[in-house]
């Protein structure tokens, strides 16, 4: 298939990419550039080059399919040196976005013609890898170290403006692109060429002080990837060595990335977080709702968080309480919450006013019956969610969506209250909800086709990861934490400190181990759940001390003791020698005899009761796919996601393998905590792994 074909204006050739949805740069793209460039250089009709591209972008960059594959000649950054080396002017004309390979191209043509919104960028570094045609020698070359080094450790989308400024694009155009970037190349014509290349670097002030300051300034949010540190050795090299060298050296280092299973797994949530939104069930042809204003119920800490998403993407709220003065309050977070984002620079005191504007408080129900969407974030007893859905039933407009933000409960029995259990489903945010991307969408037996694909849809306009999930106890993300926590508790009674159980686990990459976030999250709900259940409901083994705490008034964070203890306005937890003498006890009282536990031990442990509840919630068709659990843990619970999530972590350890570890857990544990999930024996068996149940079961 022809992915770029070449036009003549004049004595220009432009050449265009169509190669949907985003002109990746397929074998056949790239073997359509480097035959075109040797033909043109040649060819005397021909004095200038434009290339552009057909469809929604420019080249968007290499193809992420193609990764893991015997790479095809000619490889990108030969064809990129190539159409630098061209004699004749080459011109690229930018739209969309020009990322990765995209950029590398656009920095081997002599110039860049852009309309307005164009962005560029080099997120290479998001896929485990670094800009490996060039970007990382030529980028510092023309926009300079700093802004390089910037580009390429965020992997941000540069606006054109922006890029105009850094020199990296020569000229934003208001008219037709095409003929812009024709004009450009036109009067270029026996001119010098013109190569980024060739452009000097002043290392003057690029010396180890200031990469020792850009490795300090990045080193919390690169925390365990292996890729940025191979960035900045990149752009170190573009400093001090001529091109061709350094060109040589991002190879290398772009090898050492490729090859680094974290690669695959960031590659893996690529994909994964593109995949959520295919259901079972819905199509393009499925209708959607009108959402154009939303209801919430309850302006606590939840219900405002909500409600700033839709507030945020300029759809008006209406927010209910049963107290004036709750209601006040809510509102009060709210404006406190923007004017921190205006304190920051991030809002001007007119959008604070704006965002305001978007609420309307009420204390009646009635002032919901003009909303498209009404969302209930009240306290968590089926008894209030049923109350609240009563009401929600009498004034809702038909046709209105109805959705609970409950954690937990069923939801199949909260829409049963309604005579319309089909426009009911589960919308569960994460806290704090205007800034957790995590939003999982909970399809009940009777919701509708419509008033799914509607939240699915809905998910993105409020710019969250929406993942759809079957109802159960604790959904996907919830359920699959309490046996993750019940190891790590375990794990204390056994013999660990909390500390080191936390230790272990942040070294994993989790952003905190299980212990800070119970205190941060309140030691006492975990405490109230568990006397709702009943104590042959939980391994009180692993609970005992913890509910001792609790009723000695360790609440958390909030009273400033917890697991830990800490110092009057620090949030740094501190081990407390006291919480200590309570766990020896308890393990005293158990007749255990407490052993230190090696912290692989604590992972393996907590990692292979993740895996293995993701294996039955997947077995049972609560979630559509692995890849969904996936997305789950890395965007709802700080899974490293440069181990692209506890599913695709066990494909990395082989399923026999957990399979065989699971079993060996039952030995020595018992086997009421650990019965493998049928899906995984399954899969075990037959050599497979969750990958592959993803592949076979796709749609
Ligand atoms: C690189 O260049 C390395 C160079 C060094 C070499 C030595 N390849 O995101 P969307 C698909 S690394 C293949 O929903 P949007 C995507 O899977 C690359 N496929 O759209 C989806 O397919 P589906 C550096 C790709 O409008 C469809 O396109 N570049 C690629 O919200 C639409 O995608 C990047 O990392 C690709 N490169 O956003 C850029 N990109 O419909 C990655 C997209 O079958 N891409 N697809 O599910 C993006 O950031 C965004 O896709 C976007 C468009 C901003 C281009």
Redesign the pocket.
């Known amino acids: 298939m022809t992915t770029v074909s070449k036009t003549m204006h004049g004595r220009v050739a432009v050449l265009t990419v169509d190669n949907p949805?985003?002109n990746?740069?397929?074998h056949s793209v790239r073997d359509g550039l480097s035959s075109q460039m040797t033909a043109l250089a040649s060819d005397d009709s021909v004095d200038a080059i434009v290339i552009a591209c057909a469809g929604?972008?420019f080249i968007?960059?290499?193809?992420?399919?193609?990764?893991g594959a015997p790479p095809k000649e000619p490889?990108?950054?030969d064809v990129v040196n190539q159409i630098e080396a061209m004699e004749k002017p080459v011109v690229a004309a930018i739209h969309?976005?020009a990322?990765?390979?995209?950029l590398?191209v656009a920095l081997g043509c002599h110039y860049r013609v852009a309309v307005e919104s164009a962005k560029v960028?080099?997120?290479?570094v998001?896929?485990g890898?670094?800009?490996?045609?060039g970007?990382t020698q030529r980028l510092p070359r023309i926009a300079g170290p700093a802004n390089a080094i910037d580009a390429i450790l965020s992997?941000r989308?540069v606006k054109a403006r922006e890029a105009l400024s850094w020199g990296v694009i020569d000229e934003i155009t208001d008219g037709d692109l095409v003929e812009a970037a024709i004009a450009t190349a036109e009067k270029a014509v026996g001119k010098a060429p013109r190569r980024t290349g060739e452009i000097e670097i002043d290392g003057e002030a690029f010396g180890p002080e200031f990469f020792a300051g850009v490795r300090k300034s990045v080193a919390k949010q690169t925390r365990g990837y292996f890729a940025p540190e191979r960035c900045i050795q990149c752009v170190e090299a573009a400093v001090s060595m001529p091109l061709a060298e350094g060109l040589k050296r991002e190879r290398e280092l772009?090898q050492e990335c490729a090859k680094n299973p974290q690669a695959k797994a960031l590659q893996h949530m690529?994909?994964a977080e593109?995949?959520i939104s295919?259901i079972p069930g819905i199509t393009k042809e499925t209708p959607r709702r009108d959402i154009k204003k939303v209801g919430i119920i309850g302006a606590g800490t939840m219900g405002g968080g909500i409600a700033m998403n839709f507030a945020n993407v300029g759809i008006p709220v209406t927010i209910l309480e049963v107290q004036q003065e709750a209601l006040d309050r809510g509102l009060d977070v709210v404006r406190k919450n923007y004017e921190r984002s205006a304190a920051k620079g991030k809002l001007t005191a007119e959008q604070v006013e704006g965002l305001m504007g978007q609420f309307t408080g009420t204390l009646s129900y009635d002032d919901l019956s003009d909303c498209d969407l009404i969302i209930e974030a009240v306290f968590e007893t089926m008894e209030i969610k049923k109350k609240v859905f009563t009401e929600l039933d009498r004034v809702a407009k038909p046709g209105a969506i109805l959705a609970s933000n409950t954690s937990y409960l069923d939801v199949d029995e909260i829409a049963a209250i309604t005579k319309r259990p089909e426009d009911v489903l589960g919308l569960h945010f994460f806290s704090p909800a205007n800034v957790m991307r995590l939003l999982e969408i909970v399809r009940a037996e009777k919701t509708a086709d419509d008033v799914l694909a509607t939240c699915v849809d809905l998910a993105k306009t409020i710019r969250k990861v929406g993942v759809v999930a079957g109802v159960c106890h604790g959904f996907i993300g919830n359920r699959m934490l309490s046996p993750y926590g019940r190891e790590a508790s375990l794990a204390v009674i056994e013999g660990a400190k909390p500390e080191e159980v936390d230790a272990a686990l942040y070294n994993f990459g989790m952003p905190m181990g299980p212990m800070t976030m119970s205190d941060m999250a309140g030691v006492d709900i975990g405490y109230l759940n568990r006397q709702g259940m009943g104590r042959e409901n939980y391994e009180t083994k692993a609970y005992d001390w913890v509910d001792r705490l609790v009723e000695a008034g360790r609440k958390g964070l909030k009273v400033g003791k917890g697991i830990y203890k800490y110092a009057e306005g620090d949030r740094t937890p501190q081990p407390d020698p006291e919480v200590m003498a309570v766990i020896e006890e308890e393990s005293a009282k158990l007749g255990i005899e407490r052993k230190p536990i090696p912290a692989e031990d604590i992972v393996e442990r907590c990692m292979m009761a993740l895996i293995n509840e993701g294996a039955k919630i997947l077995g049972e068709g609560k979630a559509y796919r692995a890849s969904d659990i996936d997305v789950v843990y890395v965007n709802g619970y700080g899974y490293p996601r440069y181990r692209g999530g506890p599913m695709h972590y066990a494909d990395t350890i082989g399923l026999k393998n957990v399979y065989a570890k699971i079993m060996e857990f039952q030995e020595k544990f018992g086997p009421r905590w650990w019965q493998p999930a049928p899906l995984l024996k399954e899969l075990a068996e037959a050599g497979k792994s969750f990958a592959d149940y993803d592949r076979e079961n796709a749609g």
């Not at 968007?60 to 990764?67: Q, T």
């Not at 990322?99 to 995209?102: A, E, H, I």
């Open positions: 949805p985003v990746a740069l397929s929604r972008t968007a960059g290499a193809d992420i399919r193609e990764f490889h990108l950054p969309g976005t990322l990765g390979g995209g590398e960028g080099l997120p290479e998001h896929l890898i670094l800009p490996g045609a970007g992997g989308h772009f690529f994909f593109r995949q295919r």
